[in-house]
C-alpha cells in the first residue's frame, strides 16, 4: 500500500487546511487511517484516526474540536479538515493505514511522506 499526503501550506493563525491521504490499493476500505504529526524537534505523535467501515472516529486531545476526519472509499481518499489552526500545529503530517486500528506508531504499517503545515502567530 503506497500512501500520498498533500494539501499541507503556510495559513495564518485561526484559518483552515484540508489535507488529502490517497492510497494505491484495492482494498482502501479494509483500512483504518491515522494521521501523525511531527513538530520540529520533537517526537512524531498521533492526531486521529478514522476505521475502515466509518463508524469511529478518535482525535488526540491538542485536536479534538477543530480538527475533522473523513474519507470517501470510491476515491480512496481520507480528509483531515483542521479549522482554527494556532502555531503549536505546525508539523509535518504523516497519514498511515492499518488493517487493525489504534494511536500508536506500530500499530500502522505503511507510512505515506508527509506534508507540511506551518501556522504562523
Known amino acids: 500500500v503506497q500512501l500520498q499526503a498533500s494539501g499541507g501550506g503556510l495559513v495564518q493563525a485561526g484559518g483552515s487546511l484540508r489535507l488529502s491521504c490517497t492510497a494505491s490499493?484495492?482494498?482502501?476500505?479494509?483500512?483504518?487511517i491515522g494521521w501523525f504529526r511531527q513538530a520540529p524537534g520533537k517526537e512524531r505523535e498521533f492526531a486521529a484516526t478514522i476505521s475502515s467501515n466509518f463508524d469511529f472516529t478518535y482525535y488526540s486531545n491538542s485536536v479534538k474540536g477543530r480538527f475533522t476526519l473523513s474519507r470517501d472509499n470510491a476515491k480512496n481518499t481520507v480528509y483531515l479538515q483542521m479549522n482554527n489552526l494556532k502555531p503549536e500545529d505546525t508539523a509535518v503530517y504523516y497519514c498511515?493505514?492499518?488493517?487493525?486500528?489504534?494511536?500508536?506508531?506500530?500499530?500502522?504499517?505503511?507510512w505515506g511522506q508527509g506534508t507540511l503545515v506551518t501556522v504562523s502567530s
Open positions: 498511515a493505514a492499518t488493517r487493525s486500528g489504534g494511536t500508536r506508531r506500530r500499530e500502522y504499517e505503511y
Open positions: 490499493t484495492h482494498t482502501f476500505n479494509n483500512y483504518t
